[in-house]
């Protein structure tokens, strides 16, 4: 399995960017999407995640109402809606995927995900 992100770039404070991933090597069903991000010299945290079944999304508390993830089953790509970007969202934004269906508390927990994309370079500025 592969997934490549895109769409990073340098946007200014209070503007916006979508990212996407594009899965290709499996079939998806019940498996979640995710999106994790790594500050210069910190951990990668967890962003947002739905099940690719649509049914569910799961958002950190600080991209809540700004930020959105959503997925397009005959692209296989999941995309993250940026809006009313800060200079704290600067970081490398990376897609993940699960092998299997994750219950809600788990779609957060990055060792669940065992497919990573390469990650994409997201800049803000103030």
């Known amino acids: 399995v592969q997934l490549q992100a895109s769409g990073g770039g340098l946007v200014q404070a209070g503007g916006s960017l979508r990212l996407s991933c594009t899965i290709s090597?499996?079939?998806?069903?019940?498996?979640?999407v995710a999106w994790f991000r790594q500050a210069s010299g910190q951990d990668r945290h967890f962003v947002a995640a739905?099940?690719?079944?649509?049914?569910?999304?799961r958002y950190v508390d600080s991209v809540r109402g700004r930020f959105t993830i959503s997925r397009d089953r005959a692209k296989n790509t999941v995309y993250l809606q940026m809006n009313s970007m800060k200079p704290d969202d600067t970081a490398v934004y990376y897609c993940a995927l699960s092998e299997n269906s994750l219950i809600f508390s788990a779609l957060a927990d990055r060792s669940n995900y065992h497919s990573w994309g390469q990650g994409t370079q997201v800049t803000v500025s103030s």
């Open positions: 090597g499996r079939t998806l069903n019940n498996n979640a």
């Open positions: 739905m099940r690719w079944s649509g049914s569910t999304t």
